[in-house]
């Protein structure tokens, strides 16, 4: 499956953004674990959330309560809404995932489908 991200762009502190992926496979977000990581320049890529096929879902500690990952079935998208952003927030943001209805943390090395990255900016 290839995965594209959309919606990145140049925010203000304290704004908000929506951040989108698309699969290839029309089919494939909804039945799948779904993730968002982001890396900032220098640094190691950072889980910031996942969702699994049951819609359950887990946030880094450090966007808790600020971002929210959710699912449109019907549309089968994936998305990522980041609210109160902060300039350490600034990253390049990806989706991710490991076919199957479960995930396996916020670890990149467990998930093996990669999109090419959508670039937040906050300042």
């Known amino acids: 499956v290839q995965l594209v991200e959309s919606g990145g762009a140049l925010v203000q502190p304290g704004g908000s953004l929506t951040l989108s992926c698309a699969a290839s496979?029309?089919?494939?977000?909804?039945?799948?674990?779904m993730t968002w990581f982001r890396q900032a320049p220098g640094k190691e890529r950072e889980g910031v959330a996942y969702?699994?096929?049951?819609?359950?879902?887990s946030y880094a500690d450090s966007v808790k309560g600020r971002f929210t990952i959710s699912k449109n079935y019907a549309k089968d998208r994936l998305y990522l809404q980041m609210d109160s952003l902060k300039p350490e927030d600034s990253a390049a943001y990806f989706c991710?995932?490991?076919?199957?209805?479960?995930?396996?943390?916020?670890?990149?090395?467990?998930?093996?489908?990669w999109g090419q990255g959508t670039q937040v900016t906050v300042s």
């Open positions: 991710a995932t490991a076919r199957g209805w479960w995930c396996h943390g916020l670890q990149a090395r467990s998930y093996g489908r």
């Open positions: 496979d029309g089919t494939y977000i909804r039945n799948n674990c």
């Open positions: 969702i699994e096929g049951s819609g359950a879902t």
